[in-house]
């Protein structure tokens, strides 16, 4: 028997965690939930789309699981509260992890992770709580994604890198092994990650300058892509 979950959001994200789960886990949606202010109407995808302000008194935590399917808004930072607020609720969040990666058994996972396929994730890898990984990404051995991070597709990191909390991570960016990059970076597209990162710094490619958090250009970058 499937385990029953409620979704966490109405949009892009949500209708694709719906998608994976309904044909390559062990997991059956049967309703949404999205703050009141954005249920217009009752039913979404063909399911009950109810306040999340209710959920919890139509859809027990005792007996119903959670995932919250939201994107990278905020740098991570709308993901991550209502991650918290599910949690605070008394849910279970669950992970999905599809079936078309590749992954050893000593893979760490937190909870509520959203990995999709074509992932080559090498032995003792962790990836921390409220990950997303979009498809075709290499994590070598050793490798830390902490907290909620977002991670685009065909990024190769290499051994022992740790990425921080509530990062956010371009296509095609390369990390070389055993750097540390700090919370809420900003990576983009393309560029190459050669050394140890600050906090809130952004990195620009194809030839990956690193912008601390007070440059005036990565202030005008992290408002035009995350609106912080």
């Known amino acids: 028997m499937k385990k029953p979950v409620v979704i966490f959001g109405t949009g892009e994200i949500a209708e694709l965690a719906q998608y994976y789960m309904q044909h390559d886990s062990g997991f059956e949606v049967v309703a949404f939930t999205a703050d009141a202010a954005f249920v217009k109407e009752p039913v979404f995808r063909g399911k009950p789309l109810v306040a999340f302000e209710d959920v919890e008194r139509l859809y027990s935590p005792g007996v119903y699981s959670m995932h919250v399917a939201l994107s990278y808004s905020k740098l991570n930072l709308v993901r991550q509260e209502k991650y918290l607020a599910a949690k605070a609720k008394g849910y279970e969040l669950v992970s999905y992890v599809c079936s078309r990666s590749v992954y050893w058994e000593d893979l760490s996972i937190g909870d509520n992770c959203f990995i999709l396929e074509n992932q080559t994730i090498q032995p003792t890898v962790r990836i921390g709580n409220n990950v997303m990984i979009w498809s075709g990404n290499h994590l070598g051995h050793g490798c830390i994604i902490k907290d909620h991070t977002y991670l685009s597709s065909h990024i190769c990191i290499s051994g022992h890198t740790e990425i921080g909390e509530r990062c956010f991570v371009g296509v095609n960016s390369t990390f070389r092994d055993f750097i540390k990059v700090g919370n809420r970076v900003f990576v983009a597209m393309g560029a190459l990650v050669t050394r140890d990162i600050e906090d809130d ?24 892509y995350f609106n912080i």
């Open 201 to 224: 710094a952004v990195i620009l490619g194809p030839k990956s300058s690193v912008l601390k958090a007070e440059d005036e250009m990565a202030v005008r970058i992290r408002k035009s």
